[in-house]
Each structure stands twice: as structure tokens, then as C-alpha cells.
């Protein structure tokens, strides 16, 4: 079949059954299970109408438990086996686990990089909205910098390549070691600050995001409170680290999860530019490495950044509903 | 304390001229109110007091200091805002010792100067407690007390009421009244409602586009407005305005309005006005219930009757024109019947039509 056609067959289909489910689901519930008539009429109306929430919630809750609930269940079900999925090795995955020197490097890498890319893009995101608001040209700086936004990983880790390429004629790093006389390194190699090289990128990419984001919530604080500051004597850093960024700390919180979340889950930057060598592993990336490999131990990893970012998730959910209300 | 003086100010946004060459003159210790309806340029002259707008011409004194390119916080003023604009992250306490915080003081002295001001604002229940958890009332009384602690030469209040309901503001009206009366700050203040300008000012600046209409103590601003949009601003329910001229029969001036009916003027008044076109007013509580018959009345049709308890306010056609009287006693009358109403000549305004202004009676006092 033609896969426009089979594409729009899906459409009218999914969709159909979407409006079918409902429409016919509260029929039958209407007029044939707690039919709105006969001696028990109002005790129907009041069952029906019961009912009528779950009715409609179903599908979420099945789509939900079936692609979300069930894989995590699974997946530590599947981490007490082995690779091949027959012998019962109980925590025998997670003891190997926390034994490798290997997971050790993951997860400290990975620790620095929690501590650092949120923090770096939540403040330079905050100063940046801060310092663009004002302004005439702030809304195309604003474009600019939210712009790396829109690359994928993969993509921003290979411009990112050409900045950390070792040859002065390509790289900028070393083209500016060039300019002051110094030799060609590659800053991929270097230990420890390699971590932080890759950062960066990440930084980079998740400022623009925050910027944003704290960029509203910066417009929403009112005016007159600032005004008030002013009179009562405080200059503009005062202005701003005691009035405006207190007042707008819901929404950092926010944002600072946010990154953080999606920090425990970037494997794309760490396995474009070093495969995870000289010590850069990141424990998703550290996961990628071994889905293909001995022992069944990716299963381990996986529930091991799930158990990390759980806490993180509650506070930023929270936050979040907190900042709705 | 100081005194506040605006000399020939001008405000100018891009190519709107919102303050023009406005001058008042506020005494040490006085109670002034700025009023007039919305876009008269009366918060922006506050602000520029404050420093949060800049001064495009003219000067502005505060004692015999020139404060044009003084930073607000060296202006030693105190502004309460109209939505208070207390910091919500921060305590009743701290929103009141920011200031003095910011200036470096002793946390004693701080805490003692907090203390003393809720003592004064009825706030001291209240002090570790966030705006948030506050009635409006009690923010305002916040945002005042943040004015208070700072011991300021000037308060400066920008319609600080106006988002509370009407029996708070009365009874904040009052407050306000017996604070100043107490602290003896010069004090300006700024509202679009014409009974709290009446009822706690020492002196009342009328502005309408920029410009200062009248300014005067409360009374002579109602007893003898400059012209006609001082007249209907001030005085609630407001004045009347009937127009025609002035004709003379039989020997005695008498004012003629356009749909013929004859209204007595005071002579004094009359002698003044000559031919021109001029509109009469005449604030409703200046009318009187009369019987049919007795000299001076004008037959009036009822439209409706408004009973307050106290008065009652009668709106009815003279002639074709629309006034309305209030009262002192009670009106019986129905939608459509006739009345006598007795305008009181003495109390009435005539205003030259084309210019609006005030025809002063030959031998009033300026």
C-alpha cells in the first residue's frame, strides 16, 4: 500500500477508535448498565456518573502502566538474570556493578556533571535573561543563544568536534593556544577537565533553555516591588539578588531539576566525542556500553539512574505544581 | 521634616507632554492631595518626586535641596504603593527593615524602629508573618509602616487605598488622617477619589491633562471652583450644569436656559456676565422642596427617587435639563409626577460657557 495512504488509514483509524471508545463506552454505561430510568434511577445516575471517570481514563492509565509501569517492573526483574535471561543471579549485577572501577569513574563523572551543567546554565541562563531584558537588540541575542536549543546532541557534540580539534587550523582551543605561542594539545586527553570540556556542551546547549524560562518568570515579578527596593535604598545587584531572584526561586528550582533530569539521561555527548575513553564515562553512556555486551549488567545501570533521579523528579514535580497554583 | 517645592516641572515621554509646567508649593508638614481623573499626570508627578521618573524641565526641591539628579535613595522619601508592592518573600518585619538594612543600621536599632512603627500601625501580632497571609487592610498597613521605620522628610502616596473595599478605606481614610496627625511628615498624596482628597487634605492640587486646574484648601475648592471641571470634580453626587444666558425682564437679571426656563441669579453675579453664552451650576444638596406658588421655584418631573435614609436624592427634569437635588427630607413623589424644587441663587455658579470658567461675583475676595 501506499504509505500516505496507509498513514492516513492509521490516522482515521486511531483516531476513530479514540472517539468510538468514548462515545460508545459512556452509551453503554448510560444505557444499559445504570440506565437513567426504571425504580433505581438516581442511584444509577449516581453510579454511572462514579464509574464515568475511570471509564475515561482508561486508556492513559493502560497505555501508561503498559509502556511505562510494566517496563520498570520488568527491567529490574530482568536485572536479577543474567545476560542470556536464564539463571536467577539475584543482586549478583548490581555487586559487579558497584565493584567495577569502571562504574566507580561513571558515577563520580556523573556526579560532577549534576553538580556543574545545572547550576552553569540555571545561573548563566539568569543572567542572561536579567541582562537582555533591557535591552533593544536583547530579543536577538536572546534568538541567538536559545537557538543551540533546536541541534540534537549528536549534532552539537560534532560542532563542538571542530572547537576541541587538535590542529590549530581547525580548533579553536588550540588555534588560541596558537595565538599566544603555546603547543597543540587535545582537550579531549586532558584528565579530570576533559569531563568539564564536555560540559560545556551541554551548558551550551541547555543556557538557552533556562534563559527562557527564567526570562518569564522575570517579567512576571511586579514592577512596583522593584520600585519599592529602589526607594528603600537598594542598588541593582541588591535589586536583583535579594528582590527579583528570591521571588522568582520557584521557577529556578524548576529549571535546575528540570536540567537536572535530563543530565542523568544524556548518553549522546560523552559516546560522540570520546566513546567514554580517558575516563569520561557518564553512567548513561556507561549503560550503551554494556546493552551489547556481557553479563546483562545494562539492566543494572538503568535501574540505578532511575533510583537517582527519583528524588529529583518529586522535588521538580512538586515545584512545578506549586508554581501552577 | 521639609518642605516640597515644584517649579514649573514639564514631563515629557517621547512626544507626549503629560506634566506641563506645573508648580505647587507643599509646606513643611503639610497634608497634600493631588486629584484627578486618570492620565492627569498627577502619579507621574509623584514619581518624579520619588525618582522614579525623570525630570524633563523645571525642579523640584526638597527642603533647599534641588533633588532633579538626586538618587531616590538619597532623596530621603518614603512612597507607599497602591498595590503596597511588599517584597513576598520576606517577613511583615523585614519588609519593614529592608531599608534600614540596606543603610547598614544595628540589628538592635532596626528591631526597635520595626517595633515602634507596628506599635503605632496596630502590626505587632503580625510581625513574622508573610504578606501573603495578611488581609489587604493589613498589607496596607505593611506597606505604611515600611514608610514609617525609614523616618522619612516626605511621604509620598501613590492612591494607596484604592484596592481596598469601601468600609476599609473610610476607616483607613481615618488612619492615615490621625498618623500624619501624629507624625507631622509633610505628606503627598495622590488618588482619583475626590472625598478622600476632601477629607484629608490640608490643601488639594486639581490636575487634568497635565496641567494644574486649581489648587486650594478643601472648602474654597468646593465653594468657589475656578471653572467647570473643578466644579464637576469635586462634590458628590456632582454639580449641575444647566446652559444658557443671561436676560434681563423687567429690570431684574435672571438666567434663561436653552429650553426656556427662568432661574434667579445672584445680582452680583448677573452684572458681571453681560450677553455671552454661560452655563449655570448648582451643587444638588442647593436645592430645596418647595410648595407651588412661592417665589423662586421651578416645577421639576420627577424621573427617579433614590432614598439614602439620611437624604434622599431626586433626579428630575427642569425644563429639559436632567439635574439632580439631594434632599434633606423625604420625597414621596413617583417617577413622572411634579415637583417644586427652590435652587438657592446665593450657592450657584454661573460659568462662561465657551471658556468654563468662573464669573466672579463683583466684590468676592480672591
Known amino acids: 500500500m501506499n504509505p500516505i495512504i496507509a498513514g492516513l488509514v492509521t490516522i482515521v483509524v486511531g483516531v476513530g477508535g479514540c472517539v468510538g471508545y468514548f462515545y460508545l463506552s459512556n452509551l453503554l454505561l448510560d444505557k444499559v448498565i445504570f440506565p437513567a430510568r426504571g425504580e433505581n434511577i438516581s442511584r444509577n445516575i449516581n453510579r454511572a456518573n462514579a464509574v464515568r471517570p475511570w471509564l475515561f481514563m482508561f486508556p492513559a492509565i493502560f497505555a501508561l ?94 560542532i563542538w568536534k571542530f572547537v576541541y580539534a587538535n590542529d590549530p587550523d581547525i580548533g579553536l582551543i588550540n588555534a588560541i593556544r596558537d595565538f599566544f605561542g603555546l603547543g597543540v594539545i587535545d582537550p579531549m586527553l586532558v584528565p579530570f577537565w576533559n569531563n568539564f570540556f564536555l560540559m560545556v556542551i551541554l551548558i551550551w546547549i541547555q543556557t538557552g533553555f533556562a534563559m527562557v524560562i527564567l526570562s518569564a518568570a522575570l517579567r512576571g515579578i511586579p514592577e512596583e516591588t522593584v520600585e ?98 | 521634616m521639609s518642605s516640597v517645592e515644584i517649579e514649573n516641572v514639564h514631563k515629557i515621554f517621547g512626544t507626549t507632554h503629560v506634566i506641563r509646567d506645573v508648580s505647587i508649593d507643599v509646606p513643611d508638614g503639610s497634608f497634600v492631595v493631588l486629584v484627578g481623573p486618570s492620565g492627569c499626570g498627577k502619579s507621574t508627578l509623584l514619581r518624579m518626586i520619588a525618582g522614579l521618573e525623570e525630570i524633563s524641565a523645571g525642579e523640584i526641591k526638597i527642603g533647599a535641596r534641588v533633588i532633579n539628579e538626586v538618587q531616590p535613595k538619597h532623596r530621603n522619601i518614603a512612597m507607599v504603593f497602591q498595590n503596597y508592592a511588599l517584597y513576598p518573600h520576606m517577613t511583615v518585619a523585614e519588609n519593614m527593615g529592608f531599608s534600614l538594612r540596606l543603610a547598614r543600621h544595628s540589628k538592635d536599632e532596626i528591631a526597635t524602629k520595626v517595633r515602634d512603627a507596628a506599635q503605632i500601625l496596630g502590626l505587632s501580632n503580625y510581625l513574622e508573618r508573610f504578606p501573603r497571609e495578611l488581609s489587604g487592610g493589613q498589607r496596607q498597613r505593611v506597606a505604611m509602616g515600611r514608610a514609617i521605620v525609614r523616618d522619612p522628610e516626605v511621604f509620598l502616596f501613590d492612591e494607596p487605598l484604592s484596592n481596598l473595599d469601601a468600609k476599609l478605606r473610610v476607616q483607613m481614610r481615618a488612619e492615615l488622617k490621625e498618623i500624619h496627625g501624629r507624625l507631622k511628615t509633610t505628606t503627598i498624596y495622590v488618588t482619583h477619589d475626590q472625598i478622600e482628597a476632601m477629607t484629608m487634605a490640608d490643601k488639594i492640587v486639581v490636575m487634568r491633562d497635565g496641567v494644574v486646574e486649581q489648587l486650594g484648601d478643601p472648602l474654597t475648592l468646593y465653594d468657589r471652583p475656578v471653572n467647570m471641571f473643578v466644579a464637576g470634580f469635586i462634590g458628590s453626587p456632582s454639580i449641575n450644569f444647566v446652559g444658557g444666558r443671561i436676560a434681563r425682564t423687567d429690570g431684574a437679571a435672571k438666567f434663561l436656559s436653552h429650553s426656556g426656563v427662568r432661574w434667579q441669579v445672584d445680582p452680583r453675579v448677573a452684572e458681571v456676565a453681560g450677553g455671552t453664552p454661560v452655563t449655570y451650576g448648582i451643587r444638588p444638596e442647593h436645592f430645596a422642596l418647595a410648595t407651588d406658588g412661592e417665589s423662586g421655584t421651578l416645577p421639576a418631573v420627577v424621573v427617579t427617587v433614590e432614598p439614602t435614609g439620611a437624604e434622599t436624592h431626586v433626579v428630575a427634569d427642569i425644563g429639559e435639563d436632567r439635574i439632580t437635588a439631594v434632599l434633606r427630607e423625604r420625597v414621596s413623589a413617583r417617577p413622572g409626577e411634579k415637583i417644586h424644587l427652590r435652587p438657592d441663587p446665593a450657592q450657584a455658579h454661573l460659568f462662561e460657557s465657551e471658556s468654563t470658567l468662573r464669573i466672579q461675583p463683583s466684590g468676592e475676595a480672591h
Open chain 1, 65 to 158: 502502566g503498559l509502556y511505562l509501569v510494566y517496563p520498570v517492573i520488568g527491567s529490574f526483574w530482568r536485572s536479577l538474570y543474567n545476560r542470556a535471561g536464564n539463571e536467577f543471579i539475584g543482586f549478583g549485577n548490581y555487586q559487579a556493578l558497584f565493584t567495577s572501577g569502571d562504574f566507580q569513574v561513571a558515577f563520580f563523572n556523573n556526579l560532577l556533571w549534576v553538580l556543574v551543567v545545572p547550576a552553569a546554565s540555571t545561573f548563566l541562563g539568569l543572567v542572561i535573561a536579567q541582562l537582555t531584558d533591557r535591552l533593544s537588540w536583547g530579543n536577538i541575542a536572546k534568538s541567538l543563544i536559545f537557538m543551540p536549543m533546536a541541534i540534537s546532541f549528536v549534532g552539537a557534540s560534532l
Open chain 1, 228 to 325: 519599592a527596593a529602589i526607594i528603600d535604598g537598594a542598588n541593582p545587584f541588591q535589586i536583583f539578588f535579594r528582590i527579583k531572584v528570591p521571588q522568582i526561586m520557584g521557577t529556578i528550582v524548576v529549571v535546575w531539576t528540570t536540567i537536572t533530569i535530563l543530565v542523568l539521561k544524556v548518553f549522546d555527548i560523552v559516546y560522540t566525542m570520546t566513546g567514554g575513553e580517558f575516563d569520561t564515562e557518564i553512567l548513561p553512556s556507561f549503560m550503551m556500553d554494556y546493552m551489547f555486551r556481557d553479563d546483562g549488567i545494562a539492566t543494572a545501570v538503568a535501574f540505578v539512574i532511575m533510583i537517582v533521579v527519583l528524588p529529583v523528579m518529586i522535588w521538580n514535580i512538586v515545584q512545578a505544581r506549586r508554581e501552577l497554583r
